[in-house]
Structures are given as structure tokens and as C-alpha cells.
């Protein structure tokens, strides 16, 4: 769904229906002291692109809404992990590299020749 950033983002959720005025972030909501969400944080979020660029299906993210002084600048601090490697991923847009390792070095050959 487009966020009000005007993104896509797999966890933004919004229903109009019938009169209905409902905005949620589905990641927000879900990961432990995650804060108050405002359709204001969308804006500020890493989170479409991330998931734009890495589909890995065992990169599992954690998102935190916060406010700067006085509420007045929000952002979203982004945190992910690895459910293969077990490890923190500090560069989700990549991946921790363990199962989209380079390529083979003899492919690597063959193409290069
Ligand atoms: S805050 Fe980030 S993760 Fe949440 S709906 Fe907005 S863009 Fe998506």
C-alpha cells in the first residue's frame, strides 16, 4: 500500500471504507516498544526501500517510532536481523551475505572471459 510519504511499503495500512478513517503501520505496531506511529513517521522511514531492495525472506525487521524535541521531527530507527545467520544485519538493504554470497569465482571466470 502507498504510505502518505507516497511509498510503497508492505506494512502501511490505511482503510477509508464506508466512512472509516484508519491508518496503521503494521511494523511499528508489532515490534515491542515501538512507540507511538504517525502517518508523519512515513516520511522519515528506510523501511520501502529496504524492503525494495532485499526480498530475503529470512531478514526480519524491527522498527521504532520516535520523536525528536518536542514531537515536532519524527523518525524511525530500523533494526534487522538474520533468522538463518543469527546475526544483527547492519546493512539491511544488503543482507548479512550469507545466502546471496558473491558469485563463484569460476562463473566469475567464464563470464569475464
Ligand atoms: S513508518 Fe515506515 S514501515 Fe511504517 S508504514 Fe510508514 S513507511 Fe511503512
Known amino acids: 500500500m ?13 482503510d477509508y ?12 505496531d508489532r ?9 508523519d513517521h512515513c516520511s522519515r522511514c528506510r ?10 525472506p529470512n531478514l526480519v525487521l524491527e522498527a521504532k517510532a520516535r520523536s525528536g524535541l518536542l ?13 538463518r545467520s543469527l546475526e544483527t544485519v547492519k546493512v539491511p538493504e ?3 551475505g550469507l545466502c ?3 558469485l ?3 562463473v566469475r571466470t567464464e563470464e569475464q572471459d
Not at 502507498?2 to 490505511?14: K, M, R, S
Open 2 to 14: 502507498i504510505t502518505p510519504a507516497g511509498a510503497e511499503c508492505p506494512y502501511y495500512f490505511a
Open 17 to 28: 471504507h464506508r466512512g472509516r478513517n484508519k491508518q496503521e503501520c503494521r511494523l511499528i
Open 31 to 39: 515490534t515491542p516498544d515501538g512507540g507511538k506511529w504517525t502517518p
Open 47 to 56: 523501511i520501502p526501500r529496504i524492503a525494495m531492495a532485499n526480498a530475503c
Open 71 to 83: 514531537g515536532l521531527v519524527k523518525r524511525v530507527d530500523v533494526s534487522a536481523r538474520c533468522t
Open 94 to 96: 544488503i543482507g548479512c
Open 100 to 102: 546471496h554470497l558473491p
Open 104 to 106: 563463484n569465482p569460476e
